[in-house]
Nanobody
């Protein structure tokens, strides 16, 4: 199971840290992705970590503002979001898969496990 948390209401320029807690499997052995879906828009990948190499990738829209990290002792993955903008408003989800190759990391349809989302609202 995956459980995302940490969403909330923040003003433009503010920060939030999302957490994705894994249970029943070792998150460090899985590719983990953060995705978001804004109202009326398609789901998009935000940040992903490869289980093979530990390399973290970011979507261009969040590069330099968001930081993904993993705490294996807590079996939890984080998404630190700084300099938030109104266009970051969305429901954020974390997803996991045991076997994704790099080219599939930002493709949500390839993930086997999804957690419930957490809403992030950035006011202008």
């Amino acid at each position: 199971q995956l459980q995302a948390s940490g969403g909330g209401l923040v003003q433009t320029g503010g920060s939030l840290r999302l957490s994705c807690s894994a249970s029943g499997f070792i998150a460090g052995d899985f590719a983990i992705g953060w995705f978001r879906q804004a109202p009326g828009k398609e789901r998009e990948g935000v940040s992903c970590i490869s289980f093979r190499t530990g390399t973290i990738y970011y979507a261009d829209a969040v590069k330099g503002r968001f930081t993904m990290s993993r705490d294996n002792t807590k079996n939890t993955v984080y998404l630190q979001m700084n300099s938030l903008k109104p266009e970051d408003t969305a429901v954020y989800y974390c997803a996991a898969d045991p076997a994704l190759i790099t080219s599939s990391l930002f493709k949500g349809e390839h993930y086997d496990y999804w957690g419930r989302g957490t809403l992030v609202t950035v006011s202008s």
